[in-house]
């Protein structure tokens, strides 16, 4: 079942329909867009060679300083496009309607990105940090030699799933939740070390008059995204069930605690038959990975373990409201 | 939840939360020629955290290359200078001329140690470039940069602001630190409360930030 859920992740991709900025066209007619499929677990900049190929004669003179924008919106490049989609398009567009610029990347909003390198480093600097997260050190990744290193880039930048396994599976990271079964008797005071899943969760607010999610407002600033880089943790003695609603909850904190103001109630903390967060602040209304709407009564671990991306990372975005309070 | 890691050289995000608070008062009692360092609590999605944030340092002047070598020019040219010198225009150009920096610190919930984010400004507010920073940095930080497998400068998002940043990146400050604390006589208590000065003790060599000695005896 997992190996299924990792194909259907590798095969995964956006039809995209890329314009070139109009301030950059100086050819008439202007050039048509570029239809181009973009592998969910990729880059944009990725797109960048085939991209110079179908534009280039049109190019005003100067160097390239590539970038893409989602309505007025700068992407951010080192978020894998299938986030990105789920993430900017409440109702999935397709194609996806984005323009390329290839001049004047607003480096007071974007970090710079300068080609495949960039994406390079950046994708392994997040590997480096799921093996960090995983196994407590990331000598795994450092000690990778130059050439599986190479060669785990080149796999998945081709989409072959086959090469990148052959070489990842060396690094030993997962299957996730296999270590918080004890495998020894006796446990020392070191070896209770949670069992950590690396996560990154991307979050937006919806009001509350929004009765269908697909009406949300387009994201016209980043400030209106949260990005929440952390590991989600579990103790072994916690046991071994944990719900995606529950992690959710873990995740964000200050988003799902009830109002202090209320009595303590202790159902809502452990309650997997709970009803959906009605006395928390906020409302769950959408939760997406790899363009899925998962069941929020499903087991963590099976989620994390079929729908990471390949450098270990769970992507989740997360749509919710905010709860009027009552005082 | 308040865990005692000074074996592995980490600290948990409410130990941090804690030794930033005590930091930042010392930092404030014993500096008082300094601008004060401030906690931003963490805002998302309309709520704001009780312990989630980060401490900023900002338009400060560094002890750079730059800064010093500006200070001796001046002084050679009051020398040379037999005229009265109209100390009010000395001192407005220099500090007219002077690289400003931003300086904060967050936590990082992957490697659990704090991270030191950084941008340095001309006088007339455009950013300065990595290599440019790097061209005024102490002369042994640069060398300690180049040779150390432990921290290298990286450009990253801020993880709360939607801006890219200079970092020193945190994946080797565990065992680092982890080192500096075993050093101590500190019990593992007091160790995390003073966590954020001895841990900015080095990282402030990097970029130039002096800590007064003071701030490492007790209150």
Request: charged share 20%; hydrophobic share 35%.
């Amino acid at each position: 079942m997992e190996e299924e859920a990792t194909k259907y992740i590798w095969e995964g991709a956006i039809p995209l329909q890329i314009k070139l900025h109009e301030s950059e066209i100086t050819s008439f007619p202007p050039p048509p867009p570029l239809m181009i499929l973009g592998l969910r677990i990729g880059y944009l900049p990725l797109l960048v060679p085939p991209l110079k190929a179908h534009f280039s004669s049109t190019l005003p003179p100067g160097t390239d300083n590539v970038w893409f924008d989602y309505k007025g919106l700068p992407l951010k490049w080192y978020i894998p496009t299938g986030v990105l989609f789920d993430l900017l398009c409440a109702e999935p567009e397709r194609p996806w309607n984005l323009t390329v610029h290839f001049r004047g990347s607003p480096g007071d909003v974007l970090t710079p990105c300068e080609g495949e390198e960039s994406v390079k480093w950046s994708y392994i600097n997040s590997l480096k940090e799921a093996a960090y997260v995983i196994n407590g050190n990331c000598k795994n990744v450092m000690n990778m030699s130059q050439a599986d290193q190479y060669d785990l880039w080149q796999s998945l930048l081709k989409g072959n799933m086959e090469g990148y396994l052959k070489i990842s599976s060396r690094l030993k990271l997962g299957p996730f939740g296999e270590d918080s079964l004890p495998s020894e008797a006796s446990e020392t005071v070191a070896s209770s070390r949670p069992s950590r899943i690396p996560v990154r969760l991307y979050v937006r607010s919806v009001g509350e008059e929004i009765v269908d999610i697909e009406d949300a407002p387009i994201i016209d600033s980043w400030d209106k995204i949260s990005y929440i880089n952390r590991p989600f943790e579990i103790y072994k003695e916690e046991g071994g069930y944990v719900s995606l609603k529950q992690a959710l909850k873990s995740l964000l904190p200050e988003t799902f605690n009830t109002n202090s103001s209320q009595e303590e109630s202790s159902t809502n903390v452990k309650d997997p038959n709970a009803p959906d967060f009605e006395d928390d602040n906020a409302k769950l209304r959408l939760v997406r990975v790899q363009g899925i709407e998962p069941d929020m009564d499903i087991p963590f671990f099976w989620l994390a373990n079929c729908l990471r991306n390949p450098e270990f990372y769970l992507h989740i975005c997360v749509f919710i409201s905010k709860q009027p309070k009552l005082r | 939840m308040r865990g005692v890691c000074t074996r592995s050289g980490s600290l948990s995000a409410a130990d941090f939360y804690a030794s930033a608070i005590y930091f930042s008062q010392r930092w404030n009692e014993t500096n008082s020629d300094f601008p004060n360092w401030v906690w931003i609590p963490c805002s998302r999605l309309g709520a704001i955290s009780e312990d989630e944030g980060y401490l900023v340092l900002e338009k400060i002047k560094l002890q750079t290359e730059r800064n010093d070598s500006n200070l001796e020019l001046n002084n050679c040219d009051s020398c040379a200078n037999d005229e009265l010198t109209d100390e009010a225009t000395l001192v407005d150009v220099h500090s007219h001329d002077a690289h400003l920096y931003d300086l904060h610190i967050a936590y990082s919930f992957t490697y659990k140690v704090p991270v030191l984010y950084f941008r340095g400004y001309k006088s007339d507010g455009c950013h300065l470039s990595l290599d440019e920073i790097k061209e005024e940095l102490p002369s042994h930080s640069v060398e300690i940069l180049q040779k150390s497998k432990w921290t290298f400068m990286t450009q990253e998002e801020h993880p709360y602001l939607n801006t890219p940043w200079y970092t020193l990146h945190p994946c080797g400050t565990g065992d680092w630190m982890k080192l500096l604390l075993s050093s101590t006589s500190y019990g593992d208590k007091a160790s995390l409360i003073q966590y954020l000065p001895a841990w900015l003790s080095v990282i402030g060599q990097t970029v130039g930030l002096r800590v007064p000695l003071e701030l490492y005896s007790p209150s």
